[in-house]
T-cell receptor, first 114, second 114 residues
């Protein structure tokens, strides 16, 4: 039972480079999320999606883009990497966004921008 | 402006004793609260939750208490075990569900001493 799978687990980027963080879930969840966690901080929502074809900004969307062409996949794109994007990124999914629905998280992607 | 606050970055408890982790919130619109547990190099995993219509929810060794008037919740773990050593995040969601994600505290690192 895979759950939420993120790739890669680690990545080092140079300033100005771009990359895509992959996220896929096999639980047929409608809702998917991208969070980032900076050292000593809680998780902050970057983008979320309530279903295929629908995405919306979270608390910290600047510098990122997402797409949701299928229920399973929710990739996060960094176009011009900056040192401020050094963080651990978590993808999550939930069956619905309604009351009582907990989110399931992937293992995270540790990104360093140098 | 932090809407969910965990004011203790770390907590050390002896094995077998009770661990009490605290969380305060400022947004009176929050109506659902969750606790997540996180081990190093892993994603957060859901532990226990509570709706604002309740003041207590119990699941085995874990109990969450909610004091709405004080905007305070706590997680009790009894008895504490070595495997409980982890970072614990308090999270909250507002009406409309978690469609726009959860608001997380910064976390409390629980250390269970043998």
């Amino acid at each position: 039972n895979a759950g939420v799978t993120q790739t890669p687990k680690f990545r080092i980027l140079k300033i100005g480079q771009s990359m895509t963080l992959q996220c896929t879930q096999d639980m047929n969840h409608n809702y998917m999320y991208w969070y980032r966690q900076d050292p000593g901080m809680g998780l902050k929502l970057i983008y979320y999606s309530v279903g295929a074809g629908i995405t919306d900004k979270g608390e910290v969307p600047n510098g990122y883009n997402v797409s949701r062409s299928t229920t399973e996949d929710f990739p996060l794109r960094l176009e011009l990497a900056a040192p401020s994007q050094t963080s651990v990124y978590f993808c999550a999914s939930s069956y619905s966004g309604g009351l009582g629905t907990e989110a399931f998280f992937g293992q995270g992607t540790r990104l360093t921008v140098v | 402006d932090q809407q969910v606050k965990q004011n203790s970055p770390s907590l050390s408890v002896q094995e077998g004793r009770i661990s009490i982790l605290n969380c305060d919130y400022t947004n009176s619109m929050f109506d659902y609260f969750l606790w997540y547990k996180k081990y190093p190099a892993e994603g957060p995993t859901f532990l226990i939750s509570i709706s604002s219509i309740k003041d207590k929810n119990e699941d085995g060794r874990f109990t969450v208490f909610l004091n709405k008037s004080a905007k305070h919740l706590s997680l009790h773990i009894v008895p504490s075990q070595p495997g409980d050593s982890a970072v614990y995040f308090c999270a909250a969601s507002a009406p409309g569900g978690g469609a726009d994600g959860l608001t997380f505290g910064k976390g409390t690192h629980l250390i269970i001493q043998p």
